[in-house]
């Protein structure tokens, strides 16, 4: 599985920004999809996962402001961030593990795209 983000951007306090997420290769469904960021000096965090099952979860910050979706026809996932703070400023990824794997790693991730949000 190969994983390709975009949507990134500069954007004010209060704004949104919709980041996607294409992959290829086979049986996209099997997979979970999440996405993770990384702010400037931090260490890698989750902000939301939607399981191959159809189950969502979200970073208690990321609760109520984001909205993690999935196109399984297409191959896609989405995040929709609404209500963003500079807090929320980072490189988001988005990564995929196959059903099969227990173990909570992530197995594939994309190259990131940086969202900034000003103050």
């Known amino acids: 599985v190969q994983l390709q983000a975009s949507g990134g951007g500069l954007v004010q306090a209060g704004g949104s920004l919709r980041l996607s997420c294409a992959a290829s290769?086979?049986?996209?469904?099997?997979?979970?999809m999440a996405w993770f960021r990384q702010a400037p000096g931090k260490e890698r965090e989750f902000v939301a996962v939607y399981t191959w099952h159809g189950d969502t979860s979200y970073q208690d910050s990321a609760k109520g402001r984001f909205t993690i979706s999935r196109d399984n026809v297409n191959k896609m996932v989405y995040l929709q961030m609404n209500s963003l703070k500079p807090e929320d400023t980072a490189v988001y990824y988005c990564a995929a593990k196959h059903r099969s794997n227990r173990v909570g790693t992530y197995d594939y991730w994309g190259q990131g795209t940086l969202v900034t949000v000003s103050s």
């Open positions: 290769g086979r049986s996209f469904s099997t997979y979970t």
